[in-house]
Nanobody
C-alpha cells in the first residue's frame, strides 16, 4: 500500500498556472505508474494524465493536452502536474493515484487501474 499526499491547489484566474505535487510513501515508488484524475461537483471522476513507471511515456486527456504536463521525480518519490492556460472548466478536486500493478507496459488511464488515492486538492479557476 502506498500513501499519497497532494498539494499545490488553489484559486487562480483563467489563463493562469498552478503546479500540483503528490508525495508518495510506503512502497517502491519507481515501480509504479502514477496518474492524476479530477472530479467536478455533480460529475464523475475523470482521467487527466498519467506517466509510466519509468517516466518514458505519458498520456493525457484530450481536454488538457497541450496545457498540462505530468512528470515525476523518482528520487523524491513525487509526481507533478503542471497546469498552464487554466480554464474555468478545469475547476475540480484533483486526485493523485498510484497503479495497482508494478512495471505495467502501457500507461494506465482508467480508475480501476489505480489502487491508491490521495485525499485530493481543490483547484478553482475564476473567469
Amino acid at each position: 500500500q502506498v500513501q499519497l499526499v497532494e498539494s499545490g491547489g488553489g484559486l487562480v484566474q483563467a489563463g493562469g498556472s498552478l503546479r500540483l505535487s503528490c508525495a508518495a510513501s510506503g512502497r517502491t515508488f519507481i515501480s509504479y505508474a502514477m496518474g492524476w484524475f479530477r472530479q467536478a461537483p455533480g460529475k464523475e471522476r475523470e482521467f487527466v494524465a498519467a506517466i509510466k513507471w519509468s517516466g518514458g511515456s505519458t498520456y493525457y486527456a484530450d481536454s488538457v493536452k497541450g496545457r498540462f504536463t505530468i512528470s515525476r521525480d523518482n528520487a523524491k518519490n513525487t509526481v507533478y502536474l503542471q497546469m498552464n492556460s487554466l480554464k474555468p472548466e478545469d475547476t475540480a478536486v484533483y486526485y493523485c493515484a498510484a497503479d495497482i500493478r508494478p512495471y505495467r507496459v502501457v500507461v494506465p488511464t482508467t480508475p480501476r487501474d489505480f489502487g491508491s488515492w490521495g485525499q485530493g486538492t481543490q483547484v478553482t479557476v475564476s473567469s
